[in-house]
């Protein structure tokens, strides 16, 4: 964290950077991260009571988190996180006062039998259930609302979806937003999380519906990270 706080701090980027380090690098974060905002991997679904071990997401917006990650595919797939804890986790993350990243994504399976945007479109619905219930203009215009494409099959093993593959998706949960929020679909910003790198990140971040990434590997190397976080600032600038 101190390298990449340094990197930044010499950079100075226009461009939002996050950091969502584990729940015990959390303090480590609060003192280091001058240049950056952080966030935590994960929240309870529940806001207090005899839960041992979950962690409220008031506790962490005491705690400094601005933001944090739900609906990861690990989640999903390893902790078997179905629609109902992650449409709980968002309603109590953004309740809280912190930022949302929902994140949707198809396994190989899903993507060879044709049914990768059915897949991402249900999942990020979840996430249009439960702003149905918010004042979605005010957490829209806070970039408080944000959508995080991750293929499950692009995650750690060095594939990447093609810009344009990748591209066709974030438009098609556009769409799929825009029939629940209207306009303001157009204000929510959708990553990329697939195996994304300083060599394929220019490409990724030319295109009109991929407005950042969601770094899973490259951000193990603050040198990469950073440059990634270049690449980002360099074409907001222009």
Same mark, same amino acid.
């Given at each position: 964290m101190t390298a990449v706080n340094e990197g930044l701090h010499q +950079?100075?980027? @226009?461009? @939002?950077?996050?950091?969502?380090?584990?729940?015990? $690098? +959390?303090?480590e974060a609060q003192?280091?991260? *001058?240049? +950056?905002?952080?966030?935590?991997?994960?929240? $309870?679904?529940?806001?207090?009571?005899?839960? *041992?071990?979950?962690i409220a997401a008031e506790m962490l917006? $005491?705690?400094?988190?601005? =933001?944090?990650?739900?609906?990861?595919?690990e989640r999903r797939q390893i902790f078997a996180?179905?629609?109902?804890?992650?449409?709980?986790?968002? !309603? !109590? %993350? +953004?309740?809280?006062?912190?930022?949302?990243?929902?994140?949707?994504? #198809?396994s190989l399976q899903q993507r060879d039998s044709g049914e990768a945007k059915a897949v991402c479109c249900a999942q990020v619905s979840v996430l249009m259930s439960v702003l149905d219930q918010m004042e979605v203009a005010d957490l829209v215009a806070k970039g408080r609302v944000v959508v995080a494409y991750e293929p499950v099959w692009a995650i750690g *093993?060095?594939? *990447? %979806?093609?810009?344009?593959?990748?591209?066709?998706?974030h438009a098609a949960l !556009?769409?799929?937003?825009?029939?629940?929020?209207?306009? #303001? =679909?157009? !204000?929510i910003q959708i990553l990329y999380g697939g195996s994304v790198k300083s060599a394929n990140?220019?490409?990724?971040?030319?295109?009109?519906?991929? @407005?950042?990434?969601l770094i899973g590997g490259a951000s193990l190397d603050a040198?990469?990270?950073?440059e990634i976080v270049r690449i980002a600032d360099a074409l907001v600038k222009g």
């Open positions: +950079l100075k980027p @226009d461009v @939002d950077v996050l950091i969502f380090p584990a729940y015990t $690098s +959390l303090a003192v280091l991260c *001058t240049e +950056l905002q952080y966030g935590a991997q994960n929240c $309870s679904s529940f806001e207090s009571g005899a839960f *041992t071990g979950e917006a $005491s705690f400094g988190c601005s =933001a944090v990650i739900v609906g990861h595919s996180e179905d629609d109902e804890a992650l449409a709980a986790k968002a !309603r !109590r %993350a +953004l309740g809280a006062g912190l930022s949302v990243v929902f994140c949707v994504g #198809e *093993t060095g594939k *990447t %979806a093609s810009a344009e593959d990748a591209q066709d998706m !556009r769409a799929e937003m825009a029939g629940s929020l209207g306009e #303001e =679909a157009d !204000r990140a220019d490409q990724l971040f030319q295109q009109a519906d991929i @407005d950042g990434a040198n990469e990270f950073v």
